[in-house]
């Protein structure tokens, strides 16, 4: 059984930073390229962050460059998001994902191109 666990959500006032972990078990871990993204009320799931399964090619959606970084441990089959310079509007759920069959340096960026989810942490940034 596929089981991606998100942690490291919480209240931050602007300017502050978090870490979003997510641990992975079921699959193959360093077969998959793993991806963040968040929803916030009556929003679109959208991307934040996605890495390809080596960890060498990376990709950040426009609004969170400079500001955010992943990056993945594939020994402890882990994901991360360090989330700096936080703004309120970077309050939302974040979901960690997986996708299969993203050889090569592709990072998938759509919702669709994932085959598994978390359940999600909250992060809300207060102004």
């Known amino acids: 059984q596929v089981q991606l666990v998100e942690s490291g959500g919480g209240l931050v006032q602007a300017g502050g930073s978090l870490r979003l972990s997510c641990a992975a078990s079921?699959?193959?871990?360093?077969?998959?390229?793993m991806g963040w993204f968040r929803q916030a009320p009556g929003k679109e799931r959208e991307f934040v962050a996605g890495?390809?399964?080596?960890?060498?090619?990376?990709a950040l959606t426009d609004s969170v460059k400079g500001r955010f970084d992943i990056a993945r441990d594939n020994a402890k089959n882990t994901v991360y998001l360090q989330m700096s310079s936080l703004k309120p509007e970077d309050t939302a759920l974040y979901y960690c994902?997986?996708?299969?069959?993203?050889?090569?340096?592709?990072?998938?960026?759509?919702?669709?191109?994932?085959?598994?989810w978390g359940q999600g942490t909250q992060v809300t940034v207060s102004s």
């Open positions: 890495i390809n399964w080596s960890g060498i090619t990376a």
């Open positions: 994902a997986a996708a299969a069959e993203f050889k090569g340096i592709l990072v998938p960026k759509t919702t669709t191109t994932y085959d598994y």
């Open positions: 079921g699959l193959p871990f360093s077969s998959y390229a």
